[in-house]
């Protein structure tokens, strides 16, 4: 894949629906509330999460994205986004049963006043659903900085080095330990229902090489709950409001 112009600070949105995604949505959908739910999809990229809920479990379905052209393009495929950034949700307190925070929390300026945020906007007793990634993934998936200059694509390695070369490394993106996200949540109106670390679905992977590929992710995803997703992808996590 190409990486966009924002690749580096922002990371890529889901802009093709597959497998790896539809796993994802149905792990939502057990978790929270989406028929006819209230659900904002923070960080919305160009819609694509935000267009399947709006399509299967309800019309009320709105989003935002810090970049213009990618909420320009979730607008385009009907879904009510704005241009936001995360540390500020233009919404209501108590506007929403479900927040959606896919794979975005690691690409925030301040990580912390997100999760305020999104706890903000959620009515009491609704429930947040983070997709975050784990720190001790073998490979870093954002890419890294060398030099000055940033490599795109998946560095293997680099988050198993010491937090202050890491972060010169990867200065651009987060990763994070499981402690790390509780920590987020401390002293906060928010009780951890779930969590998880989840292993990835390899689209890609499995579009080149086939069925051992896809012999492969099946094992890994059937490792969840064991030892072993202590290197898997990301972390899955279910917050309720207080």
Request: include cysteine; charged fraction near 25%.
């Amino acid at each position: 894949m190409v990486p966009s112009d924002q690749a580096a600070l922002r990371g890529e949105p889901s802009y093709v629906w597959r497998a790896g995604q539809e796993r994802r949505l149905q792990m939502m959908a057990r978790w929270a509330q989406l028929n006819d739910a209230r659900v904002l999809v923070a960080g919305c990229g160009v819609g694509m999460y935000a267009h399947q809920i709006r399509q299967r479990y309800s019309p009320h379905v709105h989003g935002f994205d810090i970049e213009f052209e990618r909420a320009r393009s979730a607008r385009a495929a009907d879904i009510p986004a704005l241009t936001a950034a995360g540390e500020h949700i233009p919404f209501a307190t108590g506007s929403f049963d479900t927040v959606l925070s896919h794979e975005v929390l690691e690409h925030v300026a301040d990580d912390r006043r997100c999760l305020q945020e999104m706890l903000r906007v959620t009515r009491t007793g609704g429930r947040i659903l983070l997709f975050c990634p784990n720190r001790w993934y073998p490979f870093e998936t954002h890419g890294h900085y060398w030099r000055g200059q940033y490599y795109f694509g998946n560095s293997p390695l680099i988050n198993y080095l010491p937090s202050a070369l890491r972060d010169r490394l990867a200065p651009h993106v987060r990763a994070y330990t499981a402690r790390d996200l509780r920590r987020l949540l401390a002293d906060e109106p928010a009780r951890v229902l779930h969590q998880q670390r989840i292993f990835g679905g390899y689209d890609n992977i499995i579009a080149r090489l086939g069925a051992p590929a896809r012999a492969l992710r099946d094992l890994l995803q059937h490792c969840e709950g064991t030892r072993l997703d202590f290197w898997a992808l990301s972390h899955f996590i279910v917050v309720q409001k207080r």
